[in-house]
């Protein structure tokens, strides 16, 4: 299973990126993928404030075309977190029920959610064999960037000062 590299950051930190699209690798790309992750406490959330403004954003250099396809599959990827599981059933409730699953019988209702239940197990097993290109999440004071891509995390560590013989520079 490929496990992402992690990157902590303090949180008042901006974080630098390497001039290179994150998805391709292409120098000098022409955009940036934007997105905004979950902040988990109250605390967080206004340590983000104080220092990004009203909730984080974080911008990463991108293409214009792979920036989009990170969007869409940060949202495909959102419907296997646990906030959005309620939207992720009623999706797969209409798919279901778009195919024609369950068939009319005596326990229907049952068999529609159990099939419901299963479908979403599944959605949320796969997701944890395809690690996100990037993501974010906070912790007490840092802000840990998740990264698939082993090189580009170091480039970001080294770009971000710190040196990976080092414990941790500030
Ligand atoms: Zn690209």
């Excluded at 690798?25 to 992750?37: C, K, L, S």
């Amino acid at each position: 299973m490929p496990l992402p590299t992690n990157v902590p950051l303090p949180i008042a930190r901006h974080p630098v990126w390497p001039w290179y699209c994150i998805r391709c690798g292409r120098e000098a790309p022409d955009a940036v993928f934007r997105f905004r992750p979950w902040a988990a406490k109250l605390e967080q959330i206004l340590a983000h404030h104080f220092s990004f403004g009203w909730r984080l954003k974080i911008e990463v250099p991108a293409c214009a075309h792979c920036a989009r396809s990170l969007t869409l599959a940060r949202w495909v990827r959102s419907l296997t977190a646990l906030p959005l599981a309620f939207l992720e059933s009623a999706l797969i409730h209409v798919l279901l029920g778009w195919l024609g699953w369950p068939p009319p019988g005596p326990n229907i209702n049952l068999v529609r959610l159990g099939s419901v239940f299963l479908c979403g197990l599944v959605i949320q097993v796969i997701g944890l064999f395809f690690p996100p290109t990037i993501a974010v999440r906070s912790e007490r004071d840092s802000l840990v960037f998740e990264f698939r891509d082993p090189t580009y995390a170091e480039d970001f560590e080294a770009l971000n000062g710190f040196d990976p013989n080092e414990p941790h520079i500030e």
